[in-house]
Every structure is written in structure tokens, then in C-alpha cells.
């Protein structure tokens, strides 16, 4: 499993990745940003990358627990990085 931290370079591009139509959902996302870009890894970004493979819709009903992750996302990445994303700050 790699586990390196993400070069600027690939956190830039992996934020320009993660902008959605939906503006709750980039709400949502930049917080997560603002709280883990410091020390995301490469596993972490590709799982992240999975999630923004869905559409919209389906992402913002993971992203707010009314769906859990389907067998073709139901790692142990995904579901690290989807928690990151469900929990408020403190």
C-alpha cells in the first residue's frame, strides 16, 4: 500500500479534479481540504479520485449518510477518506 504524501503539484491537480457542479458538495470538499490537504496520501487521493467518479447526486447522498458506499467503492480506502469527509470540524 502506498502511503507517500502528496507533492503540491498533485494536490493542486487533485483539487481541480474534486471541483463538482453541486455547490453543497464543493462546500463539503473544500472543508475536507481545508482540514487534510496537509497530509493526504497517494491512497487517500486515489480513493478520493473514486468518490468523484460518481455523479452529483450520488456522491452528496454518501457524502450526507443517506447511502453507503456500493461493492465497487466498498474499501478501506474509500470508506477512510468518505469518513474524512463526513466529519464536522471540532
Given at each position: 500500500?502506498?502511503t507517500d504524501q502528496l507533492d503540491e503539484r498533485a494536490l493542486d491537480r487533485l483539487?481541480?479534479?474534486?471541483?463538482?457542479?453541486?455547490?453543497?458538495?464543493?462546500?463539503?470538499?473544500?472543508?475536507?481540504?481545508?482540514?487534510?490537504?496537509?497530509?493526504?496520501?497517494?491512497?487517500?487521493?486515489?480513493?478520493?479520485?473514486?468518490?468523484?467518479?460518481?455523479?452529483?447526486?450520488?456522491?452528496?447522498?454518501?457524502?450526507?449518510?443517506?447511502?453507503?458506499?456500493?461493492?465497487?467503492?466498498?474499501?478501506?480506502?474509500?470508506?477512510?477518506?468518505?469518513?474524512?469527509?463526513?466529519?464536522?470540524?471540532?
Amino acid at each position: 500500500m502506498v502511503t507517500d504524501q502528496l507533492d503540491e503539484r498533485a494536490l493542486d491537480r487533485l483539487r481541480w479534479r474534486c471541483r463538482r457542479g453541486m455547490l453543497e458538495n464543493d462546500l463539503l470538499i473544500e472543508r475536507f481540504f481545508e482540514r487534510h490537504a496537509a497530509s493526504l496520501t497517494t491512497t487517500q487521493a486515489a480513493a478520493l479520485g473514486r468518490l468523484m467518479d460518481l455523479s452529483d447526486n450520488d456522491l452528496l447522498d454518501l457524502l450526507l449518510r443517506r447511502a453507503e458506499p456500493g461493492d465497487d467503492l466498498n474499501s478501506p480506502e474509500v470508506r477512510e477518506v468518505l469518513g474524512l469527509l463526513r466529519n464536522p470540524p471540532r
